[in-house]
């Protein structure tokens, strides 16, 4: 049934649309974990997008400094965002000074409205707010289609533009952005925490969940490497548990985009067309990853588009 | 999958994963809509000739459920060559259907023929070939897909245009007497017109190859005609008469006066 059945039927039965049991989601309170002093953090679940989860499927969360909270990730819907919301305020009345969005995906973009009043200074990459025009009204729509009208969200776009780096002073600690060139998307955005060291890596870290492919597979790997060079040891990953060690995260992610890589060039040197080679290349990898079979084929599509031109 | 959105991913994977009426434009339409709307496609591009139905003469392999929307790669199998004369592939619910027609000559093995389209509904894709006896006959397909015609690209129309008119051409290892087989590569964003552009907000005009004619020794390999069905970066797969030989050139022209031209050397058979 489609949300927009959903909808209908909802009106006819006299309904309120937030009383419908799909929706119970954002009734919930999230569950949180603090990883660190004044560092909380949701874990999103392995799924895609649906009315029961509404697209609370990444991990997000905020940082209490002294002068204000800063929010890592905003959520994938307002509802999402909102509630994220009202867990700062149950731990803290200090503004929202800072929202971080860590780059264009819906999942992590949507909750941003939620913050809407706190007025904050919203960071993003300096390639966001054109994949935000690109592509932002297109998410929203198709997001609407799964959650119902209204349900996403606005679009909403940075007010900082951060090339190269920044820096965020919350009084009491300093965190350190880094806007990377195109590998998971063209936006990539990560922060360190230089107080504890703990990184904030979003998605350009998936853990236990398939990587998804949206920028380039040799500038992933690349900035694989400038992540490693920030010298983090522990990290809270765009998508798996809370907090990981970076190390053996970042080694998992690496065999799975040097195996997407040399396979595919394999591929297409030995003339496999990209239909076949979506069912060979790095099969070794189909067990190690939840929604393997959900995405692993598209990453290869992504993957012979951009290496075929070598 | 039901009802479910691949958001983390995002674009067209998302548009493809939609299984549903209200994801879906074109999902929920019936055998007869469909025959009705191929009809009128067919009477555009064919007048009242007639097309007969065939299980043998062309065969379409699809994706029954698209990867990626906006690059869906399709093989055209005509194992009775010598009988082909042409081919139409129309996506009845795009946009603007006909995506291209190819005609073939001296210099061509028309036994295979891959190419990769945008798809943006659930839709039926027909295969017609042209034979030389003039007759027509078709195949058809069911393919799930949606917003191929409309799925960002995911960099600016600068980028995107970036080497515009580049060609590469690749040679499987060939084998004397066996049909050669080739892959041409042509740089070229083919904007569908239904792609907004990230400055101003705007669409992007179309802007797609519309010609591409292939000789082999100065014989005709294929003459196409395309359209914005065609993904961006086009890629084609298509086989030369082993009798040919000398130079195989290229031309390609593009609905904005753009044209190139590129010349390849074809790899002498290994025995």
Not at chain 1, 272 to 298: C, D, K, M, N
Not at chain 2, 147 to 162: I, K, Q, V, Y
């Amino acid at each position: 049934m489609s949300a927009r059945a959903s909808r209908r039927e909802a009106l006819f039965g006299g309904l309120c649309l937030c009383c419908l049991p799909a929706r119970g989601f954002a009734a919930e309170p999230l569950r949180l974990k603090e990883v660190g002093p004044g560092i909380f953090v949701r874990r999103g679940p392995h799924e895609e997008a649906t009315p029961e989860n509404g697209d609370a499927i990444a991990n997000i969360g905020f940082v209490i400094g002294r002068d204000g909270v800063l929010v890592t990730e905003t959520g994938g819907s307002l509802a999402d965002g909102q509630r994220l919301r009202a867990e700062i305020r149950k731990r803290t009345d200090k503004p929202i000074r800072h929202v971080v969005l860590s780059h264009v995906h819906p999942d992590h973009c949507f909750g941003a409205a939620a913050f809407a009043e706190d007025a904050p200074n919203v960071i993003g990459h300096h390639a966001l707010r054109p994949a935000l025009e690109s592509r932002g009204a297109y998410y929203r729509k198709r997001l609407e289609e799964i959650l119902g009208p209204g349900r996403a969200g606005e679009v909403v776009y940075p007010t900082q533009s951060v090339t190269g780096g920044a820096e965020i002073d919350l009084g009491d600690r300093r965190l350190r952005l880094t806007a990377h060139g195109t590998a998971h998307t063209s936006c990539d955005l990560s922060m360190l925490d230089t107080e504890s060291g703990l990184l904030f890596p979003a998605d350009l870290l998936f853990v236990n969940r398939v990587p998804s492919l949206d920028g380039s597979l040799i500038g992933w790997l690349k900035e694989i490497e400038a992540l490693k060079g920030l010298g983090a040891g522990r990290a809270v990953p765009g998508h798996g548990p809370a907090i990981v060690d970076v190390a053996p995260a970042l080694a998992d992610l690496t065999r799975y985009l040097s195996a997407l890589r040399d396979e595919t060039r394999k591929a297409i040197a030995a003339d496999i067309p990209i239909e076949a080679a979506v069912g060979t290349v790095a099969q070794s990898e189909r067990e190690r990853w939840v929604l393997f079979e959900t995405y692993h084929g598209r990453n290869v599509t992504q993957a012979y588009k951009e290496l075929e031109w070598e | 999958m039901k009802n479910t959105l691949l958001l983390a991913l995002g674009l067209t994977l998302s548009a493809a994963a939609i299984n549903g009426p209200a994801g879906a434009a074109g999902a929920s339409d019936g055998d007869a809509e469909r025959q009705a709307r191929w009809d009128e496609i067919a009477k555009s591009i064919f007048g009242a000739r007639k097309i007969e139905p065939t299980d043998t003469l062309i065969q379409i392999d699809a994706p029954a459920r698209a990867l990626d929307a906006a690059l869906v790669p399709i093989t055209l199998t005509m194992p009775d060559k010598g009988r082909i004369k042409g081919v139409h592939f129309v996506i009845d619910d795009n946009p603007s259907p006909y995506a291209a027609h190819f005609r073939f000559g001296p210099a061509a093995d028309p036994g295979e023929l891959r190419l990769r389209v945008r798809i943006n509904n659930y839709t039926n894709v027909h295969a017609v070939a042209e034979l030389t006896d003039g007759r027509l006959v078709e195949a058809t397909k069911f393919v799930k897909a949606s917003g191929g015609c409309s799925a960002p690209m995911g960099m600016s129309d600068e980028e995107a245009m970036r080497g515009m008119g580049d060609m590469k051409m690749k040679f499987a290892e060939s084998q004397p007497g066996k049909p050669l087989e080739a892959t041409l590569m042509i740089r070229h964003p083919n904007f569908s017109g239904m792609q907004m552009n990230q400055v101003t907000r705007d669409y992007t005009p179309a802007r797609y190859i519309q010609t591409v004619s292939v000789t082999y020794g100065g014989q005709t390999v294929f003459d196409l005609d395309g359209d914005i069905s065609i993904a961006s970066n086009p890629v084609i797969n298509f086989a030369l008469n082993p009798a040919g030989k000398g130079p195989i050139t290229v031309a390609a022209t593009d609905n904005q006066g753009g044209r190139w031209e590129h010349s390849f050397t074809a790899p002498s058979p290994s025995n």
